[in-house]
């Protein structure tokens, strides 16, 4: 049933071509199926371990998705011939109509595609068998690293590209015809190793197999090396050319700009990466080593699934000693080394996963190999062989395919914006965010969508008292306070000086459904106001009232303290139905201003606008809030302030 797979020699060339458009196509539609279209978010680290993983494949990407359609520039080591490309990339695409969060997803899955067709080519060539060439390429490209850098938009699906293109070339057997065969693969690869590595250090790790290619090329073909060796070095150095970009850009004023590339030390910084710098550091002990190369290990067992792994690292064996190609195979393991070498030694420095990325295709080149010696002495073999990739194949894109899809389809980017909308257009409103996927989700809103282009978008870097005193009302969402907690005592952390070191005195409140306003006053009133609705603990209501649309409920209330508040109390607001029973959603907080500004922390006479949002569900009749608090035997006290019917909602003002 599967001889058709040996791809005898009476085949022709249209039925080898489509059998690689089959593979090809089982691939789009993986690709298909998990190609991120919209702005990426993050997961909350804090959840699981198995989140905090996703997070490290997806917690730049955002940041790309908006340099790479404003022109913009990316974090350390600027990767400036990426964005440069992708820029080109993304905009006829989106002149053409397409999202541009799937425009640069669709440009990292072009160096995805460029990758795969260089193995395959190289498979091609080095066995005749198309069959085996297009098997293997499906394996590689479904390996989960590589399928997650194939779908999202990231760097690093153009550096697995261009170190295979580098390794196809090396490897290609045979001399290179005519009076520039060896001097011209050698000025080929030197301008392709300079370009990737100028591109991304780790392209570096495959320099040692390139090298012994090259040599072992010149005892194939005599020539000169001294003057090739001299204009190789040159053209290498040329990879670098495009860094001038990081600069201009700076120069030029770009509103997507990371660090300051515009100042000798800041281009330094960018190039060198030293922002990382900590990171890079050696195990102390053998048991770091060892606990390195287990989770190295660990990595390329999920990759490729354990027996997977456990078969490729004998095939690659095998094809390394008694097969014809054991040279290719030699090679391509040198190859591999240094990436292993990197993730054992210094397994934090880089993302591992993304290290080991050339290991997998030659570990699937091993596997080719071995089949081709096996099928050359006894033919029978290769059908099975054959059938082995393809359930190795269709195993990997079972098990991976959940992994993809919910890293691809994490909705924080697309929430952030969707948050963007309570607040009011009109105003000078600042929205603040530490440099990460809020702020680039943000930023996309307000960059590359227009859709948000009357906010002004800041990060940790920006002078937020210049911003206040130019008359900015500053809101932040409450998340930015586990980055940088409040100067008290809070849920978020212990108090930190951040926020003082920068505005002077802080205050906060409810500035928009969501957001935390930044003030340096509070607003004080010790007159009596016979309106207030005393509670408990000298804490009162002087206000409260309900905002509504379609999808949510927005309680909005003004609490105020009449004396120094001599302890804490939690916030109950619910969403009540018409027959008793439990509510039917609440909104709860340990403090009020989403949990930011407990009372004790206030000041007598303060007042502070609070929200709180509920969903609009079938049913929901009234919204009743208050204030309560635990006693010392741990039983709730209520205090409640009121209930509010729905059908008296104002309108939401719509963002």
Same mark, same amino acid.
């Given at each position: 049933?599967?001889?058709?797979?040996?791809?005898?020699?009476?085949?022709?060339? @249209?039925?080898?071509?489509?059998?690689?458009?089959?593979?090809?196509?089982?691939?789009?539609?993986?690709?298909? #199926?998990?190609?991120?279209?919209?702005?990426?978010?993050?997961?909350?680290?804090?959840?699981?371990?198995?989140?905090?993983?996703?997070?490290?494949?997806?917690?730049?990407?955002?940041?790309?998705?908006?340099?790479?359609?404003?022109?913009?520039?990316?974090? &350390?080591?600027?990767?400036?011939?990426?964005?440069?490309?992708?820029?080109?990339?993304? #905009?006829?695409?989106?002149?053409?109509?397409?999202?541009?969060?799937?425009?640069?997803?669709?440009?990292?899955?072009?160096?995805?595609?460029?990758?795969?067709?260089?193995?395959?080519?190289? %498979?091609?060539?080095?066995?005749? !068998?198309?069959?085996?060439?297009?098997?293997?390429?499906?394996?590689?490209?479904?390996?989960?690293?590589?399928? %997650?850098?194939?779908?999202?938009?990231?760097?690093?699906?153009?550096?697995?590209?261009?170190?295979?293109?580098?390794?196809?070339?090396?490897?290609?057997?045979?001399?290179?015809?005519?009076?520039?065969?060896?001097?011209?693969?050698?000025?080929?690869?030197?301008?392709?190793?300079?370009?990737?590595?100028?591109? &991304?250090?780790?392209?570096?790790?495959?320099?040692?197999?390139?090298?012994?290619?090259?040599?072992?090329?010149?005892?194939?073909?005599?020539?000169?090396?001294?003057?090739?060796?001299?204009?190789?070095?040159? #053209?290498?150095?040329?990879?670098?050319?495009?860094?001038?970009?990081?600069?201009?850009?700076?120069?030029?004023?770009?509103?997507?700009?990371?660090?300051?590339?515009?100042?000798?030390?800041?281009?330094?910084?960018?190039?060198?990466?030293?922002?990382? @710098?900590?990171?890079?550091?050696?195990?102390?002990?053998?048991?770091?080593?060892?606990?390195?190369?287990?989770?190295?290990?660990?990595?390329?067992?999920?990759?490729?699934?354990?027996?997977?792994?456990?078969?490729?690292?004998?095939?690659?064996?095998?094809?390394?000693?008694?097969?014809?190609?054991?040279?290719?195979?030699?090679?391509?393991?040198?190859?591999?080394?240094?990436?292993?070498?990197?993730?054992?030694?210094?397994?934090?420095?880089?993302?591992?996963?993304?290290?080991?990325?050339?290991?997998?295709?030659?570990?699937?080149?091993?596997?080719?190999?071995?089949?081709?010696?096996?099928?050359?002495?006894? =033919?029978?073999?290769?059908?099975?062989?054959?059938?082995?990739?393809?359930?190795?194949?269709?195993?990997?894109?079972?098990?991976?395919?959940?992994?993809?899809?919910?890293?691809?389809?994490?909705?924080? +980017?697309?929430?952030?914006?969707?948050?963007?909308?309570?607040?009011?257009?009109?105003?000078?409103?600042?929205?603040?965010?530490?440099? +990460?996927?809020?702020?680039?989700?943000?930023?996309?809103?307000?960059?590359?969508?227009?859709? !948000?282009?009357?906010?002004?978008?800041?990060?940790?870097?920006?002078?937020?008292?210049?911003?206040?005193?130019?008359?900015?009302?500053?809101?932040?969402?409450?998340?930015?306070?586990?980055?940088?907690?409040?100067?008290?005592?809070?849920?978020?952390?212990?108090?930190?000086?951040?926020?003082?070191?920068?505005?002077?005195?802080?205050?906060?409140?409810?500035?928009? =459904?969501?957001?935390?306003?930044?003030?340096?006053?509070?607003?004080?009133?010790?007159?009596?106001? =016979?309106?207030?609705?005393?509670?408990?603990?000298?804490?009162?209501?002087?206000?409260?009232?309900? !905002?509504?649309?379609?999808?949510?409920?927005?309680?909005?209330?003004?609490?105020?303290?009449?004396?120094? =508040?001599?302890?804490?109390?939690?916030?109950?607001?619910?969403?009540? +139905?018409?027959?008793?029973?439990?509510?039917?959603?609440?909104?709860?907080?340990?403090?009020?201003?989403?949990?930011?500004?407990?009372?004790?922390?206030?000041?007598?006479?303060? @007042?502070?606008?609070?929200?709180?949002?509920?969903?609009?569900?079938?049913?929901?009749?009234? %919204?009743?809030?208050?204030?309560?608090?635990?006693?010392?035997?741990?039983?709730?006290?209520?205090?409640?302030?009121?209930?509010?019917?729905?059908?008296?909602?104002?309108?939401? &003002?719509? +963002?």
């Amino acid at each position: 049933m599967l001889s058709f797979l040996v791809a005898p020699p009476r085949w022709t060339t @249209s039925v080898r071509v489509a059998l690689i458009a089959l593979v090809v196509c089982g691939l789009g539609a993986a690709y298909a #199926l998990t190609l991120q279209t919209h702005i990426a978010g993050s997961f909350d680290e804090r959840r699981s371990p198995e989140l905090r993983l996703k997070n490290e494949y997806i917690k730049d990407v955002s940041e790309i998705q908006v340099a790479l359609n404003v022109w913009g520039t990316i974090h &350390h080591t600027g990767y400036p011939l990426f964005a440069v490309l992708g820029n080109l990339f993304t #905009l006829p695409l989106r002149l053409a109509g397409v999202e541009p969060a799937a425009a640069a997803s669709l440009y990292a899955l072009t160096w995805g595609l460029v990758a795969l067709a260089a193995f395959a080519a190289l %498979v091609w060539r080095l066995t005749g !068998r198309p069959a085996l060439a297009a098997l293997s390429a499906g394996v590689v490209g479904l390996a989960r690293s590589i399928w %997650v850098h194939n779908v999202v938009a990231e760097v690093y699906s153009m550096s697995l590209a261009i170190t295979m293109v580098i390794l196809t070339i090396a490897l290609w057997p045979g001399p290179w015809r005519g009076a520039w065969g060896w001097r011209r693969r050698v000025l080929i690869l030197a301008l392709l190793g300079g370009i990737g590595v100028a591109h &991304h250090r780790a392209v570096a790790f495959v320099a040692p197999a390139v090298l012994v290619a090259a040599w072992l090329h010149r005892r194939d073909e005599p020539a000169r090396w001294g003057p090739t060796l001299l204009a190789a070095t040159g #053209l290498a150095a040329l990879g670098f050319l495009p860094y001038i970009y990081l600069p201009l850009r700076a120069w030029q004023g770009a509103e997507w700009v990371y660090g300051e590339p515009g100042t000798w030390r800041g281009l330094w910084v960018e190039i060198t990466g030293r922002e990382a @710098s900590w990171l890079v550091t050696l195990p102390p002990d053998a048991a770091g080593w060892l606990d390195n190369a287990r989770r190295s290990a660990g990595i390329l067992a999920t990759e490729l699934t354990q027996p997977g792994l456990l078969a490729a690292l004998v095939a690659l064996a095998l094809a390394m000693t008694v097969t014809d190609q054991r040279r290719a195979a030699r090679l391509m393991a040198l190859a591999a080394a240094g990436p292993v070498a990197f993730a054992v030694s210094f397994h934090t420095a880089v993302m591992p996963e993304a290290v080991l990325m050339p290991v997998l295709p030659a570990l699937v080149f091993g596997v080719v190999l071995a089949l081709d010696g096996l099928a050359r002495r006894y =033919p029978r073999a290769l059908a099975a062989g054959a059938a082995g990739l393809a359930a190795w194949a269709i195993v990997l894109g079972i098990t991976h395919y959940p992994f993809v899809s919910e890293l691809v389809r994490e909705p924080g +980017g697309v929430e952030t914006i969707a948050r963007l909308e309570h607040i009011p257009q009109g105003e000078r409103i600042a929205v603040f965010y530490p440099w +990460g996927p809020r702020y680039a989700a943000a930023s996309y809103a307000r960059l590359v969508t227009r859709a !948000r282009a009357d906010l002004l978008v800041v990060h940790h870097k920006a002078d937020l008292r210049h911003l206040l005193d130019e008359g900015y009302t500053i809101l932040t969402e409450p998340e930015t306070f586990y980055t940088f907690p409040p100067p008290w005592p809070s849920v978020f952390g212990p108090p930190s000086s951040w926020w003082t070191d920068r505005i002077g005195a802080f205050y906060v409140r409810s500035g928009a =459904p969501g957001y935390v306003a930044i003030d340096r006053a509070p607003r004080l009133d010790t007159a009596p106001d =016979p309106g207030i609705t005393p509670l408990a603990g000298g804490v009162g209501v002087r206000g409260a009232w309900l !905002r509504c649309d379609d999808a949510e409920i927005v309680l909005h209330v003004i609490w105020q303290v009449e004396t120094l =508040p001599d302890r804490s109390l939690s916030v109950f607001v619910h969403l009540l +139905g018409k027959d008793p029973g439990p509510p039917l959603a609440q909104a709860d907080m340990r403090s009020p201003v989403y949990g930011v500004y407990a009372f004790p922390q206030w000041l007598p006479g303060q @007042s502070v606008e609070d929200d709180y949002i509920l969903p609009r569900l079938p049913g929901g009749t009234a %919204v009743r809030f208050g204030l309560y608090e635990l006693d010392a035997n741990g039983r709730f006290i209520n205090y409640e302030a009121g209930t509010l019917p729905v059908s008296a909602c104002e309108p939401a &003002h719509a +963002g």
